[in-house]
């Protein structure tokens, strides 16, 4: 009955975390390709690759379900997955989707016309990759009128986070969102598209001020997983095994994985 979380790094810790708490008697394989991280400057070719080999190794592990735990993958990579390469017995789903459900208010299945929202001004912040794949934009235009997102590629964050360097990573923090509100002073809501923002969310906050709300992913995502699984029982499969794995060096990484969890767990290496 495991699920499956995969992210380019160790940002996806902060869905693996707001995931086990929701559905803590679920087991979960977490595969980081720290080897090839970041995903964020990588071309399009090259992030559907690696996503699909992160994917295939977590299936090997028994998951018949796989989340997305990157917003660039999802962006960049899944739309493709899922019409192009998934098996019928296995199932991909992103983190996309429920910060669209927040901001159109329905449901991802509602195929109802667009309407109007309460929330006209998003700023965006996300890789430089999430940014030119305008996957975000896409999805929210085709549900909600009048929304205007103005989005901010944060390049250098991901590699500052995952290189301990939190002194520059709160410092990139407000660079982009001083860049971002030259072009839009007031937006109503700011959307952390990437699952390593949401541990410089105060930084985020800080630099946008106390009007703006800051939408992050991980109790959304670990909310709209548990309603998933309740609806599709069949995807939690019958394996049991968990665990934490790597493409990378899994002493380095379990290290790193404390500063995120607030504990220590240990990484294999694949």
Not at 210 to 223: E, G, R, T, W, Y
Request: proline fraction near 6%; hydrophobic fraction near 45%.
């Amino acid at each position: 009955m495991t699920i499956g979380l995969f992210d380019s790094g160790l940002g996806g810790l902060t869905i693996y975390e707001s995931v086990a708490q929701r559905i803590p008697h679920v087991p979960i394989a977490y595969l980081g390709d720290n080897e090839n991280a970041p995903y964020g400057v990588r071309d399009a070719d090259d992030i559907f690759r690696l996503t699909c080999s992160g994917v295939e190794r977590l299936w090997d592990v028994g998951c018949c379900l796989v989340i997305l735990a990157c917003n660039t993958a999802s962006a960049v990579a899944l739309k493709r997955i899922q019409e192009s390469w998934l098996p019928p017995d296995k199932r991909v789903l992103g983190v996309f989707v429920p910060m669209i459900e927040v901001l159109t208010e329905r449901r991802w299945g509602d195929h109802s016309p667009p309407k109007e929202v309460k929330i006209k001004n998003v700023a965006l912040f996300a890789t430089p990759a999430t940014v030119a794949s305008r996957a975000f934009q896409r999805e929210l235009a085709s549900r909600a009128i009048g929304v205007d997102v103005e989005a901010q590629p944060c390049g250098g964050l991901v590699d500052a986070i995952e290189d301990d360097d939190y002194i520059l990573a709160e410092a990139l923090v407000h660079s982009h969102v001083e860049a971002l509100l030259r072009r839009m002073p007031c937006p109503e809501a700011a959307v952390l598209a990437c699952t390593h923002y949401p541990l410089f969310q105060a930084a985020f906050q800080d630099a946008l001020g106390p009007n703006v709300k800051c939408i992050s992913q991980a109790n959304l995502v670990a909310d709209s997983l548990a309603d998933y699984l309740n609806r599709h029982p069949d995807m939690l499969g019958t394996s049991s095994a968990s665990g934490f794995f790597t493409t990378g060096d899994a002493r380095s990484v379990s290290l790193k994985a404390v500063r995120i969890l607030r504990r220590k767990v240990e990484f294999e290496s694949v």
